[in-house]
């Protein structure tokens, strides 16, 4: 049990990179929803001051994944259909936007793209989605493109939806050091050690 337990804290502590941060942006109009989770160094939290633009180069920065939920209303805002997408891990990110330390824009490339793995009604089309953060705009808003698969799938031009209201949390303060690390799996060790000593004696 304890080796399983030194097992499990040791691939905890190497999930994340040392000194790399995690944030999750949620973003929530009307027509979808849904969360997106960014890993870079956190360097970049207080470099310049904890102001500053970086590239994905300069931060190591990493879509994780991102989930979205859509609904889709008719005139009378009746609810004509309902879909889920999974996107999966990116670094098409241009760059990060830091503001007083902590990170508060994303402007990257078109992620996808993705098809429903739930859905009802109208979203049932078989249609191929793509996600953008933008970072150009204020509010900085994502913006969420559907297209069509003819001969290899490509996005239209114009977003089908636009959520305005986003925002981006400190989820995590990253892997600790290797130093700490190894004081934690030392101690889960001897624990274990001694436990067994003293089953023996």
Known sequence: MFLGALATAA????????????YSSGFDPLSFSGTGLFQFDDGCETANGGFGTYTQA????????ASVDMVDTDSLNN???TGHLSFGSS?????????GGLLV???????????????????CNGAPWWIQWE????????????GSCPEGCLPNTSPSATAFNVTFIRQTNGA???????????GVGAAWWARRRKAAA
């Open 105 to 123: 824009g994303v402007d990257s490339g078109l992620f996808g793209e993705a098809f429903t793995d739930a859905c009802t009604g109208t979203l």
């Open 91 to 99: 670094t098409d990110i241009a760059f990060i936007h830091i503001s």
């Open 79 to 81: 609810t004509i259909g």
């Open 135 to 146: 970072n150009d705009f204020v509010p900085d808003p994502v913006f969420l493109f559907t």
């Open 58 to 65: 300069q931060c190591n920065v990493i879509l994780q994944s």
């Open 11 to 22: 691939a905890a502590g190497f999930a994340i990179p040392a000194n790399a941060v995690v």
């Open 176 to 186: 600790p050091e290797p130093g700490t690390l190894g004081l934690i799996l030392g």
